[in-house]
């Protein structure tokens, strides 16, 4: 089963930064598309941005766009977020996995070879 790996959360003042990491023991992530995906306590997950299996392609929700940037590393096998100009309200756990697709309506890929959701990274935006 896929095991993922997210790192890089941290508490930080509102308008610092953080760069999120994200790795997996048995997927080579340059294979598939990829997101990052965040959720506030008590509701559903939600995608954040994704980046195409070549890299050429990637969304982001309007509520980061200008201020993250998603980026995949073949050779280390990683997937980051790059997180600028950090809010209050992007205090949120987050999470990556493989996505079905890159775009506006592009999801998680849970189950079967992709596994479950890992144990995700915290970032907290203090004003």
């Known amino acids: 089963q896929v095991h993922w790996v997210e790192s890089g959360g941290d508490s930080v003042q509102a308008g610092g930064s953080l760069r999120l990491s994200c790795t997996s023991s048995?997927?080579?992530?340059?294979?598939?598309?990829m997101g990052w995906f965040r959720q506030f306590p008590g509701e559903w997950r939600e995608t954040v941005s994704c980046?195409?299996?070549?890299?050429?392609?990637?969304y982001y929700k309007d509520f980061v766009k200008g201020r993250f940037t998603i980026s995949k590393d073949s050779a280390k096998n990683a997937l980051y977020l790059q997180m600028n100009s950090l809010q209050p309200e992007d205090t949120a756990m987050y999470f990556c996995?493989?996505?079905?697709?890159?775009?506006?309506?592009?999801?998680?890929?849970?189950?079967?070879?992709?596994?479950?959701w890992g144990q995700g990274t915290q970032v907290t935006v203090s004003s």
């Open positions: 980046i195409s299996a070549d890299g050429l392609s990637t």
């Open positions: 996995g493989a996505s079905n697709g890159c775009g506006p309506t592009s999801g998680v890929r849970l189950g079967g070879e992709f596994g479950n």
């Open positions: 048995k997927l080579t992530l340059a294979n598939y598309d």
